[in-house]
Nanobody, 119 residues
Framework: QVQLQESGPGLVKPSQTLSLTCTVSGGSITTNSYYWTWIRQPPGKGLEYMGAIGYRGGTYYSPSLKSRTSISRNTSKNQFTLQLNSVTPEDTTVYYC???????????WGQGTQVTVSS
C-alpha cells in the first residue's frame, strides 16, 4: 500500500518560495502508470489541482498556477517536491500530495500540511 507524507516549513514570508516534499513509501515513484500530484484547499473553497509529475518524469501544471509552480522528483529518495514562487497570503492553506494510477486520479493521499504565508 502506497503511503504519502508531506513535509516542509509551516510558515513562509510573502514573495518567497514555498517548498514542500512528499515522501513515498510502499511503492516507487517510477512505478508504471502512477502520477504524483499536489493539491491544495483554499479556505472556504474546494480542492485545487496544482500539478503532477508522472512515472516517467513528465510534469503537468494547472494553467492558473503554471507560471509560479515547479514539480520535481528525487528517485533515489523516492520523493517529489513542489515549489511555489512569489507566494502571497492567498497561498495560505493546506497542501496535500496524492497519487493514483493514471493522470488525474488520486487513490492515495497524504495527511496534508498547513502552510501560512505571513511576514
Amino acid at each position: 500500500q502506497v503511503q504519502l507524507q508531506e513535509s516542509g516549513p509551516g510558515l513562509v514570508k510573502p514573495s518567497q518560495t514555498l517548498s514542500l516534499t512528499c515522501t513515498v513509501s510502499g511503492g516507487s515513484i517510477t512505478t508504471n502508470s502512477y502520477y504524483w500530484t499536489w493539491i491544495r484547499q483554499p479556505p472556504g473553497k474546494g480542492l485545487e489541482y496544482m500539478g503532477a509529475i508522472g512515472y516517467r518524469g513528465g510534469t503537468y501544471y494547472s494553467p492558473s498556477l503554471k507560471s509560479r509552480t515547479s514539480i520535481s522528483r528525487n528517485t533515489s529518495k523516492n520523493q517529489f517536491t513542489l515549489q511555489l514562487n512569489s507566494v502571497t497570503p492567498e497561498d495560505t492553506t493546506v497542501y496535500y500530495c496524492a497519487a493514483g494510477v493514471g493522470w488525474g486520479t488520486f487513490g492515495c493521499w497524504g495527511q496534508g500540511t498547513q502552510v501560512t504565508v505571513s511576514s
